[in-house]
């Protein structure tokens, strides 16, 4: 089963000991053959928004930012269970803040 797991956007800047951290993690996570992809997002983006036939863009940042999710992983698990886990593991190490695991359909 294929989750996808992302972390909304807070105010703390990372750390050295954060980023050593989620490195081992990182790498647990890849040499155990779960993790597919994994990256940072950027602040801004783009939205599409579509009404009838009509679609429109809007360049970012968002009044919102604090709901833009800041970074995401796909990882390859037996369960739900599992994931909520390692989502677990992954709150432990970054600390304050919101964390949502979807379950990926299809792939």
């Known amino acids: 089963m294929r989750y996808l797991m992302t972390s909304l956007a807070n105010d703390s800047a990372p750390d ?3 980023f050593a951290e ?6 647990e996570m890849s040499a155990a053959g779960i993790l597919l992809a994994t990256g940072g997002l950027e602040r801004g983006g783009v939205r599409l928004t ?4 009509e679609i429109t863009v809007t360049d970012g940042p968002f009044a919102e930012a604090k709901e833009a999710v ?8 037996r369960s739900r269970e599992e994931a ?7 709150r432990k190490i ?3 803040g919101v964390s949502v695991i979807q379950q990926v359909y299809g792939a």
């Open 16 to 18: 050295e000991k954060l």
């Open 22 to 27: 989620m490195a081992k993690f990182i790498e």
């Open 50 to 53: 579509s009404v009838g036939d």
């Open 70 to 77: 800041a970074g995401f992983a796909l990882v390859e698990v």
């Open 84 to 90: 909520i886990e390692l989502g677990r593991r992954f």
């Open 94 to 96: 970054v600390g304050d």
